[in-house]
């Protein structure tokens, strides 16, 4: 099991909640998601999470575990429609809000403040939709770190 399995493992999904409610199986699917074999079978897990977690640029409270997740799941080598499936779900809940908890984007933000090294990282050593990607997330994460690296990026 890797770091980011264990992750989701870890958490008591039951007690956060998306947008059909209950998050108690949630879990599984970012689960499904890092051990999809193809871009068809991560495509089709993609629909489980994108409007449950994320909604329309509405984010729910298991947005929180879930920015966790990602970046623990990002310390491990990840197939290319891996990553790529969740680094977009990380810039959706990175860019969405929340009117029930106006104070959520922010705490999701912080959560991924943490994980700045693994996406620099990500950008420094990955293919150009990958650094292209990762510097959108950390525009919003950290514009002054994205900016360096953009900058070092492109000397």
Known sequence: MDLGEATIRSLD?????????????????LIRLLHSRDATESLEVWRNIENHVVSQDTIYDAAE???????????EERPDHVKAMIIDLLFLLLNGGS??????????????MRGTWLLV???ANGPEWVRDAVLEVLELVDAGTAAAL?????S
């Open 65 to 75: 575990p879930t920015v966790d997740s990602i970046l623990a799941a990002l310390v």
């Open 150 to 154: 953009r900058a070092w990026l492109d």
């Open 121 to 123: 990282r990500e950008a």
């Open 99 to 112: 009117v029930e908890d106006p104070n959520l984007s922010g705490r999701c933000r912080a959560r991924a």
């Open 13 to 29: 999904w039951a007690q956060y909640r998306i947008k059909t409610g209950d998050a108690s199986q949630f879990g599984d699917q």
